[in-house]
């Protein structure tokens, strides 16, 4: 059974950084893409970032681009979000998603893509 489990969420100024951890469990990491998801209240969830299983290949939403990071360890089966700048429009609930592929230098950026998906860790930047 996967488990996706992220930490690191909080309350930060703008301005501020964060940094979101996804530990997977249960399979193989370096056979999973990964993937940043976010969901504000009332709206629906969006792609934030996503990484390749062979971690060389990264994509971003256009909104995050510049400001956020993200990277995996497959030794610690650990992705992560460095999230700098921080705005207030970056405050939502913040999903690690994870696919099974056999291609290394894919990334996906929808959420149907996923099949494994965390519960959700808040993120606010305040104003």
């Known amino acids: 059974q996967v488990q996706v489990i992220e930490s690191g969420g909080g309350l930060v100024q703008a301005g501020g950084s964060l940094r979101l951890a996804c530990a997977l469990s249960?399979?193989?990491?370096?056979?999973?893409?990964m993937g940043w998801f976010r969901q504000a209240p009332g709206k629906e969830r969006e792609f934030v970032a996503a990484?390749?299983?062979?971690?060389?290949?990264?994509g971003y939403a256009d909104s995050v681009k510049g400001r956020f990071t993200i990277s995996r360890d497959n030794a610690k089966n650990t992705v992560y979000l460095q999230m700098n700048s921080l705005k207030p429009e970056d405050s939502a609930v913040y999903y690690c998603?994870?696919?099974?592929?056999?291609?290394?230098?894919?990334?996906?950026?929808?959420?149907?893509?996923?099949?494994?998906w965390g519960q959700g860790t808040q993120v606010t930047a305040s104003s």
């Open positions: 998603a994870a696919r099974e592929t056999y291609y290394a230098r894919s990334y996906y950026s929808h959420t149907a893509d996923y099949s494994y």
């Open positions: 249960g399979r193989t990491f370096r056979s999973y893409a």
């Open positions: 990484i390749s299983v062979s971690g060389g290949n990264t």
